[in-house]
């Protein structure tokens, strides 16, 4: 099958089967009723208003895909999913960047995801969706920048609920809302093989109308290296802020990106790496703690655990 890489691919494209009876259906087209499929699903499960990303913005994101394909000097394809069993009941769904990376340093994935969003339906947890959901970004990351399929996983990069950052109104209102702690979930996904990023990691505001967020710790999902080179790094990032946050703004000229990545670009010049911190042993700490601290990064706790 030959994808475009100047146009948008059909939806047909992404399908996929996962298991014996799961289907994949992808989309990178604005138009899509697969967008509209997982937005109905990604609607009931995020409530944060400046985690949210509305329609509007799915739409816009997706919009510039054939614009954006090679900006940055990279070759990039976002794509939102769903998962479906086999009488089209949706599961869950995920919407993700992949960015075909360059100058590759050893023992780094040629192409690296930001995983903007993952949710499993509520009828459909405890089923081990989650990690079929990021075996599915992984194939498709790889499909979608013109790799073979079964090609090295993929550096998947994700935000999280930081529980010592969040505002207790937040922390109490999401947990309602999902019906699962903010420790516990940073544990969920401890088990799916993700690591704390120790860096200053903030959130660029998703549109005009949002704040950046302070509240979100960074993670990578079953990175290779307990490092990560800063110039990689910064390379994933400038994508990430510019297309699925800024949405084709200039991260450079953002107040909350610029920053960012120019320390990136300062630690890169120095041949530094960004350390990644297992959480395991910080999170239960947490759960035995009365009173856990407040107002500092979880990824500071968790380096002194």
């Keep these: 099958m030959t994808i475009p890489f100047d146009d948008f691919a059909d939806d047909c494209t992404w399908d996929l089967t996962i298991g014996s009876d799961l289907q994949v259906k992808a989309t990178e087209r604005p138009d899509s009723l697969v967008l509209a499929r997982f937005f109905a699903g990604y609607d009931q499960a995020f409530l944060l208003p400046d985690e949210r990303e509305e329609l509007n913005g799915f739409k816009t994101c997706l919009a510039l895909n054939p614009e954006c394909r090679r900006r940055f000097g990279r070759f990039h394809r976002e794509l939102v999913l769903i998962i479906e069993n086999g009488q089209s009941h949706l ?37 081990g969706l989650s990690r079929r959901l990021l075996s599915a970004v992984a194939i498709l990351a790889n499909r979608s920048v013109g790799l073979p399929d079964e090609a090295s996983w993929p550096a998947i990069f994700i935000e999280q609920n930081d529980p010592l950052a969040m505002s207790l109104e937040n922390y109490a209102a999401d947990t309602a809302h999902s019906g699962i702690d903010q420790v516990d979930r940073m544990a969920l996904w401890a088990r799916l093989g993700a690591t704390l ?31 990560i080179d800063a110039g990689y790094f910064r390379g994933h990032l400038e994508s990430f802020f510019g297309i ?39 999170l239960e700490r947490l759960r035995g703690m009365r009173q856990p601290p407040r107002g500092i990064p979880i990824r500071e706790f968790a380096r002194k655990s």
């Design 244 to 282: 699925s946050v800024l949405k084709g703004g200039n991260p450079a000229f953002d107040p909350a990106a610029a920053p960012q990545l120019a320390l990136l670009a300062k630690m890169a010049e120095q041949g530094a790496t960004v350390p990644l911190i297992a959480m395991e042993s910080a």
């Design 91 to 127: 599961l869950g769904g995920a919407n993700f960047l992949a960015t075909k990376m360059t100058d590759v340093p050893e023992g780094h994935p040629e192409v690296a995801v930001a995983l903007n969003y993952l949710f499993v339906e509520e009828a459909a947890r405890g089923q």
């Design 197 to 227: 990023i120790d860096f200053p990691y903030v959130q660029p505001a998703l549109s005009v109308q949002q704040e950046p967020d302070e509240s979100l710790a960074y993670a990578a999902v079953s990175f290779p290296l307990w490092a």
